[in-house]
């Protein structure tokens, strides 16, 4: 239900799915990285993120280069537009949450959202 919610609020403000949002954060938290990368980061197939990275590509949010050191792979990159969609997308679900989570008492939710904030951060340093 929250992931519907969250899907329809990201579509309706910035025109991406949830699942196009996950891959932007995949490519924040490895950056310049390839599709099997991204996949096996988020654990999803290489279909799958392919068809999600065709999507973003078309709009602009992200740049697919062939790697120079094996031609079937692409290295892809976040553009400017993608970090900031990225951002504001982040923004959106962090408001969402909180409005899901608003029966929580406001030191507990804050204790989860720095969770939250802490668990991307690992993920982002585990992920160099």
């Known amino acids: 239900m929250a992931e519907k919610r969250l899907e329809h609020k990201l ?3 910035k025109g991406i799915t949830f699942s196009q949002f996950l891959i932007l954060l995949g490519l924040h938290c490895k ?5 099997s990368g991204i996949a096996r980061f988020l654990y999803l197939t290489e279909a799958t993120v392919s068809r ?9 949010l992200l ?3 062939e790697d120079p050191d094996n031609r ?9 537009k993608g970090s900031s969609a990225f951002a504001s997308a982040h923004t959106i679900i962090e408001h ?3 409005e899901i989570f608003a029966i929580i008492p ?3 939710r804050t204790l989860i959202m720095g ?8 993920l982002k340093f585990k992920s160099k």
């Open 11 to 13: 579509y309706e403000a």
């Open 31 to 35: 950056s310049n990285t390839s599709q």
């Open 52 to 60: 999600h990275i065709s999507a973003l590509e078309k709009e602009k």
């Open 63 to 65: 740049t697919r280069k």
């Open 72 to 80: 079937r792979k692409h290295i892809l990159a976040m553009t400017e």
């Open 96 to 98: 969402e949450l909180k």
């Open 106 to 108: 406001e030191k507990d």
């Open 115 to 122: 969770a939250f904030r802490d668990v991307i951060k690992n």
